[in-house]
């Protein structure tokens, strides 16, 4: 058994210690600390190599990739974006922040995704792109979304944080719509500390990316407009390339684990593991299960009590959802305009539990036997 500092969700993978070490002595060898330094060109090569795209741009993080992105579509302050309100906030968030305006879609519950039929029914004269997210690492219905962003011109984003090293059709998630974003971030499969990447294959918009993540300024050394700043450093570059490095090792533990939850949690009533889409490559880095009360016996809440008991750190992801917490919760007439029970109902029912290289199978045996234990004391109640 994994000590239990280690049976938590998002656990980072630092990869080989050694090879970090050795980057990192490199990076002070150089004392070149920042502005697009070797590290952070060759983190952004590897990551166009696993995303199929021409181009990868290195960031901070996520949420100002995000940002980016949008800014650099042409998305301004005042335009409405489609979003799924089933995802981590920061999706809304990164828009709030700058002014465009998150409007909440509703879900399909199967794939947890975005669903196509209720985005067309929300776009409106204001809509001016729609930002899916892969969540779980499923990617969404690509095909569906492309076709009705391009029948009513707008901008096509995905916040691909969940989902590197996945496809679609056959295809790596990266090359689709105007761009899409992953996250680095520690919790994530592959971390580099903090940071993330925009992935595109149009050159034009590449080149003003570049220029928003790095104070306006052009390829030329020209201050071209304005910027931010949200370059990415050596140091987290290093600890990227290392996680990188092992990123085959991670999802293939990832996976084992995927397989010893679903064979030990079998027949259990009420609880399901969530899959990824058949025939397709995925990084299994969530393993999320559903809790069905009224078949179980018991709350997603009471499971999530018995394992703590246990110290095993599950996290209900995603509850609450984005149209649940503020500033959006207090204004539906502007980011709610319809309901959204789909989303709601799925987010009362997941649950996140520990998975990756750390986590053992005699873990996750352990684990789903706690699971197994709180439905069947329930059921044994509810005969009693
Ligand atoms: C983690 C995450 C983000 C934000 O990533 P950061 O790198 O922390 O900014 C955005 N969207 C989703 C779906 C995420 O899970």
Redesign the pocket.
């Known amino acids: 058994m994994a000590s239990w500092e280690t049976l938590v969700v998002g656990r980072p993978n630092v990869g080989e210690r050694e090879r970090l070490m050795r980057r990192l002595d490199g990076v002070l060898d150089r004392l070149w600390l920042t502005n697009n330094g070797p590290l952070v060109r060759e983190f952004e090569e590897r990551i166009a190599r696993v995303a199929g795209t021409r181009h990868a741009v290195a960031t901070c993080?996520?949420?100002?990739?995000?940002q980016i992105a949008a800014r650099a579509a042409g998305i301004r302050p005042g335009d409405e974006v489609i979003v799924p309100s089933f995802?981590?906030v920061?999706?809304a968030h990164?828009l709030e922040w700058i002014g465009i305006v998150p409007v909440f879609c509703d879900v399909d519950e199967a794939t947890a995704n975005a669903d196509p039929e209720h985005v067309a029914r929300l776009i409106g004269p204001r809509t001016r792109g729609i930002l899916a997210?892969h969540?779980f690492g499923r990617p969404c219905e690509v095909d569906e979304l492309t076709r009705l962003a391009d029948e009513h011109g707008l901008v096509l984003l995905f916040?691909a944080?969940?989902a590197l090293g996945c496809t679609y059709r056959g295809k790596p998630v990266g090359g689709f719509g105007t761009a899409e974003?992953f996250?680095?971030?520690a919790?994530?499969f592959v971390n580099s500390v903090?940071?993330?990447v925009i992935v595109t294959d149009d050159d034009a918009y590449a080149a003003r990316v570049r220029a928003l993540r790095n104070q306006g300024i052009d390829p030329a050394g020209r201050i071209a407009g304005p910027g931010t700043v949200a370059r990415m450093n050596e140091f987290c570059a290093a600890m990227g390339l290392t996680s990188l490095d092992a990123i085959d090792t991670i999802v293939t533990a990832n996976r084992r684990n995927h397989a010893v939850y679903e064979e030990h949690l079998a027949g259990v009533p009420g609880v399901t593991v969530r899959g990824q889409l058949p025939g397709e490559r995925a990084n299994h880095q969530y393993l999320v299960i559903e809790v069905e009360q009224a078949r179980a016996g018991i709350s997603r809440e009471t499971v999530l009590e018995d394992l703590l008991r246990y110290d095993v750190h599950a996290r209900r992801y995603f509850s609450p959802i984005c149209h649940q917490v503020e500033p959006y919760r207090s204004a539906p007439e502007r980011h709610v305009p319809l309901p959204l029970p789909r989303a709601e109902a799925l987010a009362s029912r997941v649950l996140s539990l520990p998975t990756g290289p750390t986590v053992e199978p005699d873990d996750v045996a352990a684990i789903c036997r706690v699971i197994r234990d709180s439905v069947s004391r329930a059921g044994r109640r509810l005969v009693a």
């Open positions: 993080n996520a949420t100002t990739g995000i995802t981590w920061a999706t990164a997210v969540v916040d944080a969940h974003i996250s680095f971030h919790t994530k903090e940071g993330g």
